[in-house]
């Protein structure tokens, strides 16, 4: 009883941000970003784009790429301002782990 309701609370607690972030970054986003690019935390290994595990941009300098566009990648215009707030973060995040 105990452990599941600990993970009843984790569940409904916790707003899984970095979850959602991960899934946009792996395969939510058209094109996902991990055809492009490397992402260690994420498992991803793309080589067109550069590493985000090696450049470690700001949640500000993702959300500008996400917006606008940047050299080859695509601007992300069907994304919503919320998703695209979590995913900026999320990869901020994720490249420094
Ligand atoms: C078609 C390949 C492609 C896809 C898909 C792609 N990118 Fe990129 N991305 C690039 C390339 C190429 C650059 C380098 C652009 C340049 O500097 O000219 C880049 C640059 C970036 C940068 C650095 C921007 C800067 O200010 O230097 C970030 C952050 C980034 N991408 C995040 C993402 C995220 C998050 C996604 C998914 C929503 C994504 N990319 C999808 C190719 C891609």
Redesign the pocket.
């Known amino acids: 009883m105990y452990p599941r309701l600990c993970l009843f609370r984790g569940w409904l607690l916790l707003p899984p941000n970095d979850e959602v972030g991960k899934q946009?970054?792996l395969k939510g986003?058209t094109?996902?970003?991990a055809?492009?690019?490397t992402l260690d935390a994420a498992g991803a290994a793309g080589a067109?784009?550069?590493s985000?595990t090696e450049?470690q941009?700001d949640a500000a300098?993702?959300l500008?790429?996400?917006k606008n566009g940047?050299?080859?990648?695509?601007a992300?215009t069907s994304l919503t301002p919320e998703q695209m707030q979590i995913?900026s973060e999320y990869?901020a995040k994720a490249s420094r782990e």
């Open positions: 946009l970054f986003a094109p996902a970003c055809i492009c690019h067109v784009g550069p985000l450049l941009p300098r993702v500008n790429a996400l940047i050299g080859q990648m695509p992300y995913l990869v």
